[in-house]
């Protein structure tokens, strides 16, 4: 090992800061352990006894959400394609007031643990209900395995850590604290994890910020990036104001009603406090997304200041090595800093896991466990629970390992697959509360149909050869680079792209892929690849509304002449969407709108039924 590469090595107080995220992320874990031993329920294992309040669940909404592409992937973005994609933080606000709008006042009144009691509730059939729950564990399992496979390479190029022991650490770390302490180990140790995260990236963001010379100089050699408006409607076109503004609202419901969500949504008291969730949720990872881009603008200017930009001189060979290089450049002389960047990117992941692995552990006992075990008692109930979750925590492990022997399309066509699913699975869900008409039959092959055809345009897409590849922005100089300097980090992060454009395509398509096809007004294409060219922000809407279409169509025509009737608590009024001023002026004589009088009711026999229950 030679000297500069020695000076760029992870050092002793690096594994240290490294180790104490760990360290108290277990130690979480064992507090709610020992401290709710004798209420060892599993209303309180998956829902923290409905009682948590709305802030430290906001904070965990956000963080269960982001994984290392956040910290890695983001800036890179903004490093070679600008900061048009901040815009999409339109896309999350709207996303989230929806949810606020259309998940919450279905979900919370009636009080079910896992999202796919729902659909049992609504059709009277187990067959949509086990539909939706065979795309949600396939798709969470596979995802976990990916982010733990993701994270490992980062560390293994980073830190030098073997990639079999980085998925042994972060595995059995998140298992322990999550299958000991419960939900509420997992929303507090979110809360931690997301001020690791916080100081990790204000760390890396006021260090180049300082290296280039001050934000003025940062926005003088960005001027290129600040891309902000682009209003070209081409849908074919990877990002513009359009796409990122009309794409993104689907994906970001979607979140809301992901088990995860619900768990969160149900966790707390009231509807006022679910609702606060998202308004909570919705500027935190607006700030976070913004921060994280200039972050990635601020790494441009450092390199174009220093007249060295390691992308155009071939210092790295692809665009995610960007920040792990930058790291090991900026912190080298800083014991400790190294590591704090390797916490926030561990912290990122251990938060999506645990929330995978809680999720898991809630579908399997509500949505299988009960249904085939009627007289199980709830005690008994938990502790089986949390023999789940390291269940499903060695099958992510299992495929985390199997995915780091996997080359070429396999693993790309398998993070398509779940990509494609959560597109059609909004659909699925939109028509079950706003189509009283709706049929288990008509939804469940509509979803299919959906499915289908998102991941046909997703494998179009990324293995079409004749679909032309987005270009950088100019890059920064490269007049000041040593001509005797050789660097190996290339080699070190032979496949860190690979496993990105994986992630970020398992994510649903809320991240960029960094393959993402691009056109140009001036590239004539056939209709097949128009087709394949329509950007990756479209995928996920056009999946949600050929499902409610198909649905729709199919239901009317097989429709009975008795159709069966429909709960009212599974269904909403598309009055919903009007503002409580207009309601006021159509109707002067109305006290409450639908929406109050419909929680209300459902409140109130909510109410009876548990007095019933206790008489």
């Known amino acids: 090992m030679d000297a500069e590469t020695l000076a760029r090595s992870f050092s002793v107080p690096d594994f240290v800061v490294f180790g104490l995220l760990i360290f108290i992320s277990v130690a979480i874990g064992v507090f709610f352990a020992l401290r709710d031993k004798k209420h060892n329920t599993t209303e309180n294992y998956f829902l923290g006894d409905r009682k948590l309040s709305s802030l430290p669940?906001?904070?965990?909404?956000?963080?269960?959400?982001?994984s290392s592409i956040l910290i890695l992937g983001f800036p890179a973005e903004a490093y070679a394609y600008g900061l048009q994609y901040a815009m999409q933080c339109v896309g999350v606000i709207c996303g989230y007031l929806l949810a606020a709008l259309i998940v919450v006042p279905i979900f919370h009144p009636l009080k079910?643990?896992?999202?796919?009691?729902?659909?049992f509730l609504r059709y009277k059939t187990n067959s949509v209900r086990y539909v939706a729950v065979t795309l949600g564990v396939i798709h969470y399992t596979f995802y976990m395995g990916i982010v733990m496979y993701g994270t490992a390479l980062a560390l293994e190029s980073v830190a030098k850590l073997p990639m079999w022991s980085s998925i042994l650490i972060f595995s059995t770390s998140s298992i322990i604290y999550t299958s000991i302490g419960g939900f509420k180990a997992v929303i507090w140790t979110d809360v931690f994890q997301s001020l690791v995260m916080l100081v990790g990236i204000l760390a890396v963001l006021i260090k180049t910020t300082t290296n280039a010379g001050g934000m003025s100089n940062v926005?003088?050699?960005?001027?290129?990036?600040?891309?902000?408006?682009?209003?070209?409607?081409?849908?074919?076109?990877?990002?513009?104001?359009?796409?990122?503004?009309?794409?993104a609202p689907s994906q970001f419901l979607h979140l809301a009603i992901t088990q995860a969500g619900i768990q969160r949504i149900n966790s707390t008291p009231s509807i006022g406090a679910a609702r606060k969730i998202f308004y909570i949720a919705a500027p935190i990872y607006s700030?976070?997304?913004?921060?994280v881009m200039i972050q990635g603008l601020g790494i441009f200017a450092y390199f174009s200041n220093k007249g060295c930009d390691p992308l155009a001189s071939g210092q790295v060979e692809n665009l995610n090595q960007i920040i792990p290089f930058t790291i090991l450049e900026l912190f080298h002389n800083y014991p400790?800093?190294?590591?704090?960047?390797?916490?926030?990117?561990?912290?990122?992941?251990?938060?999506?896991?645990?929330?995978?692995?809680?999720?898991?552990?809630?579908?399997?006992?509500?949505?299988?466990?009960?249904?085939?075990?009627k007289d199980i008692s709830d005690e008994k109930g938990a502790n089986i629970s949390k023999a789940v979750v390291v269940i499903y925590g060695l099958i992510s492990v299992g495929?985390?390992?199997?995915?780091?022997?996997?080359?070429?399309?396999?693993?790309q066509i398998m993070a398509s697959f779940m990509g494609a699913i959560t597109g059609p699975e909004l659909g699925l869900f939109l028509t079950s509360v706003f189509f009283r008409r709706a049929r288990a039959k008509a939804v469940n092959v509509s979803t299919f149909i959906g499915i289908c055809l998102v991941l046909w345009m997703i494998i179009g897409q990324n293995f079409s050869a004749s679909i032309p590849k987005t270009p950088y922005l100019p890059l920064g100089p490269t007049d000041q680079c040593p001509i005797s300097e050789t660097y190996n980090i290339s080699n070190v992060f032979d496949n860190l792209n690979q496993t990105f454009v994986n992630i970020s395509t398992t994510i649903s398509n809320v991240t960029p892929s960094l393959n993402q096809t691009a056109a140009t007004a001036h590239t004539a294409r056939t209709g097949l690849e128009t087709f394949y060219s329509i950007s990756y922000m479209y995928f996920h809407l056009i999946g949600c509304i050929l499902v409610i279409f198909l649905s729709v169509v199919i239901s009317l025509l097989t429709q009975p002449e008795f159709p069966e009737p429909v709960s009212d608590k599974t269904v909403l009024?598309?009055?919903?969407?009007?503002?409580?001023?207009?309601?006021?002026?159509?109707?002067?004589?109305?006290?409450l709108s639908d929406i109050q009088e419909r929680e209300s009711m459902i409140q109130m026999k909510h109410t009876r039924g548990q007095s019933n229950k206790n008489v």
Request: net charge negative; proline share 7%.
């Open 57 to 66: 669940v906001g904070l965990s909404f956000v963080v269960s959400f982001q």
């Open 112 to 119: 079910v643990t896992s999202v796919y009691e729902y659909y």
């Open 219 to 247: 926005l003088t050699f960005s001027k290129s990036r600040l891309n902000f408006f682009n209003f070209d409607p081409d849908p074919t076109l990877r990002h513009t104001f359009w796409t990122l503004v009309i794409g």
């Open 287 to 291: 700030l976070t997304w913004i921060l």
């Open 336 to 373: 400790g800093l190294p590591g704090l960047f390797i916490a926030a990117l561990a912290a990122a992941s251990l938060s999506t896991i645990s929330s995978g692995l809680s999720s898991l552990s809630a579908v399997t006992y509500e949505d299988f466990i009960k249904v085939f075990l």
């Open 399 to 411: 495929f985390a390992f199997l995915l780091s022997n996997v080359e070429g399309p396999l693993g």
């Open 573 to 591: 009024p598309f009055s919903i969407f009007v503002p409580p001023c207009l309601k006021c002026i159509s109707d002067p004589d109305s006290d």
